[in-house]
C-alpha cells in the first residue's frame, strides 16, 4: 500500500477510533442487587406458565412494536437459556398476546400498546412536523426551514415521544389510567386463580403507566378488580424498566416537599395487601436499564427502593455508538433498550448468568 493511500485512509480511521460504546458490555453498579432472568423464572415455575407483560414508553407505537419485541425476547431466550434436559371503535389499549415454548417451560406474553389513546391529541401537533420548506410570507402552509437534526429531534423525541407524557400527565390522566386498569384486569381475567410468576418489561412511560394503574386496582371499591391487583401484586417477582422517567414524571405530581414516586406508592400498597401466601414469590427484584446518553431516562437509585422485600439494581448500557465523544443517536438511546444484544441477555439470563444460560 503506497503511503498517499494510507494518508487517505486516516481520516476514516480517525472517526472509527472515535466511535465507542462506553457501556457495552454493559456496566452492573456498585451495591446492586442481582437478579434472575426470565429462564430462571421459567425453571423456577416447572409445570406452571409465566406471563410477561409488556408496556411500551413514549412515541406512537402500533402491534408491530408488540410483534417485534416479543420475538426480539423470544430470540434472546431461546439464545441463551440453558437447554431443558426435555367497527371504528373508540381508542382503547389493545393487546397483542402470544404463547411460547421458552427454556423448557411455557411463557405468555401479553404486550399492551396504549398508543391509541394518545394519537387524537397529538395530531394537533402535526401542522409542526419538519416538511420541505416553503415561503412563510406568501399564503398558505407555513413551514419555517429547520437544520436536519433539529427537524429529526423535534419531530420524533418532541412531537411524538415527549407529547406521549405531556397527554398522559395532564387531563388525560385519569381516563388513560382507567383504560390501563381495565385492560390489564382482562388480562389477568384470563386465569384468575393463578399463582405463577408474573415479569413486567416495561418501557420509559410505560413503566409509570403501569404502576398507576396497579396502585389504582390495590385501591379499587370494586371487589373484583382490587382481587386481580393483589393477585398481580403477589405474582410480580421480576420488573425490567427500560428508560426510567420516574424522577422528571414525578415532578408534576409534587409541591414544595418531594413525596414518594409511583413505583413507591406502588410498593407500599403491595406490602399492605392481605393473605400473602408464603409459597408465592415474596421479593420483587427491580432492574432499571439506563443509557447515560438517553435525554429522557434517569438511574433508578437503588437507596430509595431496596427493602427486605424488594431488591434493586441499576444496569448502564450504551444503546448506541458514541462520535467523536460528542453525541448519540437520541432517538435510538431512548427507543432501543430491547434492541440492544446486552439488555436481551441480562433480560433472559439475569445477573450473574444463571448457570447454563448462553
Not at 25 to 44: L, Q, Y
Request: neutral net charge.
Amino acid at each position: 500500500m503506497t503511503w498517499h493511500i494510507r494518508l487517505s485512509l486516516l481520516p476514516a480511521l480517525a472517526v472509527l477510533a472515535a466511535c465507542s460504546t462506553p457501556y457495552r458490555p454493559p456496566v452492573v453498579v456498585h451495591d446492586s442487587a442481582t437478579f434472575p432472568g426470565i429462564a430462571s423464572m421459567v425453571a423456577e415455575a416447572g409445570a406452571r406458565p409465566v406471563d410477561v407483560l409488556l408496556v411500551h414508553g413514549m412515541c406512537t407505537h402500533d402491534t408491530g412494536w408488540a410483534e417485534r419485541q416479543i420475538d426480539r425476547i423470544t430470540g434472546v431466550v431461546e439464545d441463551h437459556a440453558p437447554v431443558p434436559a426435555g367497527a371504528a371503535a373508540p381508542p382503547r389499549v389493545e393487546v397483542v398476546e402470544r404463547t411460547r415454548r421458552l427454556a423448557g417451560g411455557t411463557v405468555r406474553f401479553h404486550a399492551l400498546v396504549w398508543s391509541p389513546l394518545t394519537a387524537g391529541l397529538k395530531h394537533q401537533l402535526d401542522v409542526d412536523m419538519t416538511d420541505k420548506p416553503t415561503d412563510c410570507t406568501a399564503a398558505g402552509a407555513c413551514k419555517p426551514k429547520r437544520a436536519w437534526l433539529n427537524g429529526y429531534v423535534k419531530d420524533k423525541l418532541l412531537n411524538d415521544c415527549l407529547s406521549d407524557a405531556v397527554i398522559y400527565q395532564g387531563e388525560s390522566h385519569v381516563a388513560i389510567r382507567d383504560a390501563m386498569v381495565r385492560t390489564i384486569a382482562q388480562v389477568l381475567e384470563k386465569d384468575p386463580d393463578s399463582e405463577a410468576p408474573l415479569v413486567v418489561v416495561a418501557e420509559s412511560l410505560g413503566s409509570k403507566m403501569l404502576f398507576d394503574a396497579l396502585s389504582a386496582m390495590l385501591e379499587s371499591w370494586q371487589p373484583q378488580t382490587r382481587a386481580l391487583g393483589q393477585q398481580a401484586a403477589r405474582r410480580l417477582g421480576l420488573l425490567f424498566m427500560a428508560g426510567n422517567q420516574l424522577p422528571i414524571l414525578g415532578l408534576a405530581e409534587q409541591r414544595a416537599i418531594a413525596t414518594r414516586d409511583a413505583l413507591q406508592r406502588f410498593l407500599d400498597l403491595r406490602r399492605r395487601q392481605p393473605n400473602r401466601r408464603a409459597d408465592t414469590l415474596q421479593r420483587l427484584a427491580v432492574v432499571a436499564f439506563t443509557d447515560p446518553n438517553d435525554l429522557l431516562s434517569y438511574r433508578l437509585l437503588p437507596a430509595r427502593y431496596t427493602a427486605p422485600d424488594v431488591a434493586v439494581a441499576d444496569v448502564l448500557v450504551s444503546n448506541d455508538s458514541t462520535w467523536l465523544g460528542l453525541i448519540e443517536n437520541p432517538m435510538t438511546a431512548h427507543l432501543d433498550y430491547l434492541a440492544n444484544p446486552d439488555v436481551g441477555v441480562m433480560i433472559a439470563c439475569g445477573q450473574p448468568r444463571v448457570t447454563g444460560c448462553r
